[in-house]
């Protein structure tokens, strides 16, 4: 059983489409992420959620809008996509916070056209 | 502003050697670093961590050496193997509040052992 699952793995899709990229966790934990990371590997913390509360929002644009609908799963919605959105974008959960072992998804790699 | 400097970008290493990678830090509010290992197409998976109260964590052939007055902390991996062959990122943690804690990573190096 996958600890932390995300998909679609791969989401090719035009400009200005809207598009959702799911999350779930299998382990129990109260928190959960999620990350961007660009095409020279840089990993920076979009959102994280602790018991389904948003604890950190980063300078992210509000066409992205995180939904927690219960604590094992983070959702990521994307409004008007752009050709700057492209990347990779991982999910992620840990017991505790970030102080504690942070385990990742497999990502889902997002390319806009 | 880049909390977490890493260096370097990328690192060749012939099979049996040292790797080493450097990370620096500005902030003294950081209070655990972790070094997370990335294989091409997978999440980042936690390789081994320190809290700033030591100067050194070891575990099998990865070695953490953590220089709190100089703000400085690095990853050696002896005796290293074509299977380490990844992109490692050091980070460092700081609370933000309302019982959270938040992780700041480096900008990651690509490590390629060669036979």
């Known amino acids: 059983d996958t600890a932390v699952s995300q998909t679609p793995k791969y989401l090719v899709t035009q400009m200005g489409n809207d598009k959702s990229i799911k999350c779930e966790q299998n382990?129990?934990?109260?928190?959960m992420y999620w990350y961007k990371q660009d095409s020279k590997k840089f990993l920076k913390i979009m959102f994280s959620y602790n018991n389904k509360e948003l604890i950190i929002n980063e300078t992210v644009p509000n066409r992205f809008s995180p939904k927690s609908p219960d604590k094992a799963h983070l959702n990521l919605h994307i409004n008007s996509l752009e050709l700057g959105d492209s990347a990779v974008y991982f999910c992620a959960s840990s017991q505790g916070g970030a102080r504690e072992k942070l385990f990742f998804g497999s990502g889902t790699q997002l390319s806009v056209l | 502003q880049q909390q977490v400097k890493q260096s370097p970008q990328s690192l060749i290493v012939q099979k049996g050697g040292i790797s080493i990678i450097n990370c620096a830090y500005e902030n003294t509010a950081f209070d655990y670093f972790p070094w997370y290992q990335q294989f091409p197409g997978k999440g980042p998976a936690l390789l081994i961590a320190?809290?700033?109260?030591?100067s050194e964590k070891k575990e099998g052939r990865f070695t953490i050496s953590f220089n709190k007055s100089a703000k400085q902390f690095s990853l050696h991996i002896m005796d290293s193997q074509p299977g380490d062959s990844a992109t490692y990122f050091c980070?460092?943690?700081?609370?933000?509040?309302?019982?959270?804690?938040?992780?700041?990573f480096g900008k990651g190096t690509k490590l390629s052992v060669i036979p």
């Open positions: 382990l129990g934990h109260d928190t």
């Open positions: 320190i809290r700033p109260d030591v």
């Open positions: 980070a460092a943690n700081e609370y933000s509040g309302a019982g959270s804690y938040q992780l700041t």
